[in-house]
């Protein structure tokens, strides 16, 4: 009996036989992730980010301890980064929850609270010895100080402004001044006295009523986008040809900003008080 020729099957031929008549060659379904699942996958990454920038500010109290005090400000800096980008992340990820707010109040009393208080008081006050020290203790005081209060607060002022200056601000003014010193080649020692009264300054700035502007309204920024991409780059040109003295005057008109914000407020309150209340001739004009 002659061999029938056997018909050749195309190689892209799809195949059939499986029950239910699916194709050989289709994808399998994916399995669905639970959306629970997803989100525990999710709350992860803006806590990963506050104990990323606790490392850097603990690494900088090691740096301060062994006198690599430059180092440390550099790296209290870069713990501020992070501060200010795990908050944004957890609030566009939808993944803000009260272990992240209470993680991150307790990061930030050992990032922008102790590791500036220990730089600070290793690389100018230690001469001045129980007044150095306290003035370190009086610097963490008030940041705890101010963290609490920020959290009782949160969500009954103003969320355009800050009441007192952040401590994240408060820890980057003395790493910066712990850069521009060394950039323009200045001595602590020879500035002992006015890096005491900073501190101290400083100290109280946290713990006072002064407004600070918050930088959450992006108006400006939506009306003139161009401008602002434009301002932006030329920051960017600054800080790359001298970082060091660029974030020094940057942190220290923001701090100036305060007291020159609430003087203008009380100001604004006090003519819009006269202008609101009727004049003694009208009040004389009042039939009794």
């Known amino acids: 009996m002659a061999n029938r020729p056997r018909r050749r099957r195309g190689f892209f031929v799809r195949r059939r036989g499986f029950p239910g008549g699916n194709d050989y060659l289709d994808r399998p379904p994916r399995k669905k992730l639970p959306i629970g699942k997803m989100k525990q996958g999710i709350f992860i990454l803006p806590s990963l980010l506050t104990l990323t920038g606790t490392f850097f500010s603990f690494y900088a109290i090691i740096c301060a301890i062994h006198g690599r005090f430059v180092m440390s400000g550099a790296l209290i800096i870069i713990a501020a980064f992070f501060d200010g980008i795990d908050g944004r992340v957890a609030r566009l990820t939808k993944t803000t929850t009260r272990f992240g707010l209470e993680l991150d109040s307790l990061a930030d009393v050992i990032s922008f609270g102790v590791a500036p208080a220990v730089l600070i008081y290793l690389w100018a006050l230690s001469p001045y010895g129980r007044i150095g020290w306290v003035g370190a203790f009086v610097f963490v005081a008030c940041g705890a100080l101010r963290l609490a209060r920020f959290n009782v607060q949160s969500g009954t002022i103003d969320s355009r402004r800050f009441n007192g200056l952040p401590i994240p601000a408060a820890a980057v003014m003395i790493a910066t001044t712990v850069l521009f010193f060394d950039e323009i080649g200045l001595k602590a020692q020879d500035f002992m006295t006015p890096l005491l009264i900073l501190t101290y300054f400083i100290s109280f700035l946290m713990v006072s009523?002064?407004?600070?502007?918050?930088f959450k309204d992006l108006t400006l920024v939506k009306q003139k986008p161009f401008s602002s991409t434009v301002a932006f780059v030329l920051i960017l040109a600054l800080i790359a040809a001298a970082h060091k003295v660029v974030l020094f005057l940057f942190i220290s008109v923001y701090v100036i900003s305060g007291p020159v914000l609430t003087?203008?407020?009380?100001?604004?309150?006090?003519?819009?008080a006269k202008e609101t209340s009727p004049s003694e001739e009208a009040v004389e004009a009042k039939p009794t």
């Open 209 to 214: 009523s002064v407004k600070f502007h918050a």
């Open 263 to 272: 003087l203008i407020l009380y100001i604004r309150g006090k003519k819009l």
